[in-house]
């Protein structure tokens, strides 16, 4: 699904292209095909970046824990994430979807002002799964830097760009993303020395 504009009309393609009165997460994963992933990144890196979220006890530790266990599936290959079925099936209305599209559609039509399909190799499968293999490593630096106030926020942040690079299928933002990530692992290199 290609397209100049990757995320400003995301919610309300889920609006209209789910059967029924409801769109469930599965009709999401659907929707997102072999860009899946990128969304869960983005969700969960943004979880560990924004105040207070990423300061609260455990949430780093159980963050890692989930990107390690997504982060897996994609770098063996899979292009659509396992989820238990409860999950898959929690499901919101259609008009909750479509409020929540009016609300968003500002940022998003904003980020897609940023992010474009480029560079299209650097996005390639493979290229993926070496950037799923990063997230998985930056998983586990979460862990131990738990421990220490606000170190988290340098690899969510890289997590939340791998996750946006793919959703947006921007090989430059990718490139970006991981450049920083080895920024990262130098961070978390000089916390856990300090």
């Given at each position: 699904?290609?397209?100049?504009?990757?995320?400003?009309?995301?919610l309300?393609?889920?609006?209209?292209?789910?059967?029924g009165?409801?769109?469930?997460?599965?009709?999401?994963?659907?929707?997102?095909?072999?860009?899946?992933?990128?969304?869960?990144?983005?969700?969960?890196?943004?979880l560990?970046?924004?105040?207070?979220?990423?300061?609260?006890?455990g949430?780093?530790?159980?963050?890692?824990?989930?990107?390690?266990?997504?982060?897996?599936?994609?770098?063996?290959?899979?292009?659509?994430?396992?989820?238990?079925?409860?999950?898959?099936?929690?499901?919101?209305?259609?008009?909750?979807?479509?409020?929540?599209?009016?609300?968003?559609?500002?940022?998003?039509?904003?980020?897609?002002?940023?992010?474009?399909?480029?560079?299209?190799?650097?996005?390639?499968?493979?290229?993926?799964?070496?950037?799923?293999?990063?997230?998985?490593?930056?998983?586990f630096?979460?862990?131990?830097?738990?421990?220490?106030?606000?170190a988290?926020?340098?690899?969510?942040?890289a997590?939340?760009m791998?996750?946006?690079?793919?959703?947006?299928?921007?090989?430059?933002l990718?490139?970006?993303?991981?450049?920083?990530s080895?920024?990262?692992?130098?961070?978390?290199?000089?916390?856990?020395?300090?």
């Amino acid at each position: 699904m290609a397209t100049k504009h990757p995320l400003e009309n995301i919610l309300e393609q889920a609006a209209e292209n789910a059967p029924g009165d409801e769109v469930s997460f599965g009709d999401l994963l659907d929707l997102w095909e072999d860009r899946t992933f990128g969304p869960i990144f983005t969700i969960l890196g943004l979880l560990i970046v924004l105040p207070p979220l990423g300061a609260i006890p455990g949430l780093p530790l159980l963050i890692g824990m989930v990107l390690i266990l997504f982060a897996f599936q994609m770098m063996v290959g899979s292009t659509h994430p396992w989820v238990p079925d409860t999950i898959e099936n929690f499901s919101v209305s259609k008009k909750k979807v479509r409020k929540a599209h009016k609300k968003s559609k500002g940022l998003l039509s904003e980020i897609d002002s940023w992010v474009s399909n480029r560079l299209s190799w650097a996005i390639s499968q493979p290229a993926r799964q070496i950037a799923a293999g990063v997230v998985m490593l930056l998983g586990f630096t979460l862990i131990p830097l738990e421990m220490v106030p606000f170190a988290v926020a340098a690899p969510g942040l890289a997590i939340t760009m791998i996750g946006l690079a793919i959703f947006a299928r921007d090989g430059l933002l990718m490139l970006l993303a991981l450049g920083l990530s080895v920024a990262a692992f130098s961070v978390v290199g000089t916390a856990m020395l300090a």
